[in-house]
């Protein structure tokens, strides 16, 4: 289970901003989370609410996730496709020729602060 070390990760970036900022307390953290990140968004969410009760700033902080789909690029036809639907293979030219251009990344997409 890697979102423990997810979230906590993305605790301390939130509280390194907070500080630097002077911001007393955090609202909500929004999350983009992408749809082949491995990352499942309930197990987030549970880590979330364990490990925010451990900061002051944070204690009360929302966890908002956005799933971002994942897109492949087929070299041949150069098209892109939806990954999850389709898997490795375009199907607009059966190619195996592709690559996945978003849809395996996290970032932290907007801190509001109270």
């Not at 491995?38 to 902080?61: F, H």
């Not at 966890?63 to 892109?80: D, Q, R, S």
């Amino acid at each position: 289970m890697h979102e423990l070390g997810t979230v906590l990760y993305v605790i301390e970036r939130v509280e390194e901003l907070a500080e630097k900022n002077q911001l007393s307390q955090i609202g909500s953290v929004t999350l983009e989370v992408g749809e082949v990140s491995g990352i499942v968004p309930a197990y987030l969410t549970d880590c979330w609410q364990w490990a925010v009760k451990r900061s002051e700033r944070m204690n009360s902080a929302e966890l908002k996730i956005e799933i971002l789909p994942a897109v492949t690029f087929c070299e041949n036809c150069e098209k892109t496709y939806e990954t999850v639907k389709y898997g490795r293979t375009c199907p607009h030219c059966g190619s195996d020729k592709t690559y996945l251009l978003a849809g395996n990344e996290y970032n932290i997409k907007e801190i509001e602060a109270c």
